[in-house]
């Protein structure tokens, strides 16, 4: 398994950065197999949604509207204002996705990309992990 992390400046804002850039670079030449894409943090996510058309701001929408980070709704308390939600977040947006991929070309939809999303504005800078497995 080939296997490289990546450091992802996200910032002091909730966000959704778009990874399908750098994934597809390390894909490249690789042959058939399977990219892992993983971000180990107990506070981010992978998905897999369109970009650019606004999906990624409704995606952090629909987060704060399951997930809302108010004060005194969550147990776990440290961190800033609401910060326990951004640790039950990791719930609905796993941190991690498994892709195809067929001559170093991952088998995307059109409109897919491949996003880091991210709640926690305390800590601006993640680690993203891409593994191959060739198959």
Not at 40 to 62: C, M, N, R
Not at 101 to 108: D, P
Request: include cysteine; charged fraction near 20%; proline fraction near 6%.
């Amino acid at each position: 398994m080939d296997s490289i992390v990546v450091t992802v400046r996200t910032g002091s804002q909730p966000s959704v950065t778009d990874l399908t850039r750098e994934a597809a670079a390390f894909a490249k030449d690789k042959g058939d197999g399977l990219l892992h894409v993983f971000v180990p943090h107990a506070t981010a996510g992978i998905a897999i949604i369109e970009t650019g058309a606004g999906s990624d701001d409704d995606l952090l929408t629909a987060l704060d509207d399951v997930l809302p980070a108010q004060e005194g709704k969550w147990v776990h308390r440290h961190g800033s204002r609401g910060h326990g939600r951004d640790h039950v977040m990791p719930a609905f947006v796993a941190p991690y996705a498994t892709l195809p991929v067929l001559n170093g070309q991952i088998l995307l939809g059109t409109w897919q990309s491949i996003c880091l999303v991210d709640p926690n504005g305390d800590n601006p800078t993640r680690q993203v992990r891409f593994s191959f497995l060739a198959g």
